[in-house]
């Protein structure tokens, strides 16, 4: 984090590559030997993310599971996958966008997670398990805050409502709640 905001969108895959994101998953099993880690612009992660992607984009399930490499290849592809996890519901979790736009409102639930309309909870959404309800000083979770306010300065827009996912459960990968 070096405050000059130039480091945006310039992976096309995740730097630690050695983890494989695989959790079980019926609909869209793992192909053995496939590592489903973040790849494209808003990093799609998970053997059942890249079904579901392949599904929704591709109209086969399983091309983005044999070949997931493939987002890194091709870069109309990349942002296909950006957008559609943007848009799509995650299984228990609304979809960005429906955050950002104010459809989704909070269950009880949710409420009594922490979790709120606003920046953070598409925090929560992308990234949750490794960034929210571990304090206000995380990293991570501070540097997606800061490219946040950064990029409204340019557009002339103030936002400072739930910015932070600091204080919310995460939802759990596979977990319906």
């Given amino acids: ?3 000059t905001f130039t480091d945006g969108l310039m992976y096309i895959h995740e730097k630690n590559t050695t983890s494989a994101y695989i959790a079980e998953n019926d609909e869209y099993p793992p192909v053995p030997g496939k590592k489903y880690y973040g790849r494209g612009p ?3 992660s998970y053997n059942g993310n890249y079904g579901y992607a392949g599904d929704c984009i591709l109209g086969d399930d399983k091309l983005l599971l044999n070949n997931p ?3 890194e290849t091709d870069p ?3 942002f296909k996958t950006a957008i559609y996890f943007w848009m799509m519901p995650q ?3 609304p979809s960005a966008h429906d955050v950002m736009i104010g459809v989704w409102q909070p269950k009880a ?5 922490g979790r709120a309309p606003g920046f953070g909870m598409t925090i929560n959404i992308v990234n949750g398990e490794l960034e929210c309800n571990k304090g206000e000083n995380l990293y991570n979770m501070k ?3 800061k490219f946040y306010q950064y990029f409204l300065g340019k557009l002339g827009v103030k936002d400072n409502t739930n910015c932070s996912c ?3 459960q995460p939802y759990l990968y596979g977990v319906n709640e």
């Fill in 69 to 71: 490499d493939l987002i």
């Fill in 76 to 78: 109309v592809l990349a």
């Fill in 109 to 113: 639930s949710d409420t009594a997670k």
């Fill in 1 to 3: 984090m070096d405050d």
């Fill in 166 to 168: 600091g204080k919310m």
């Fill in 42 to 44: 808003v990093q799609l």
């Fill in 91 to 93: 299984t228990h979790k």
């Fill in 143 to 145: 540097d997606r805050l």
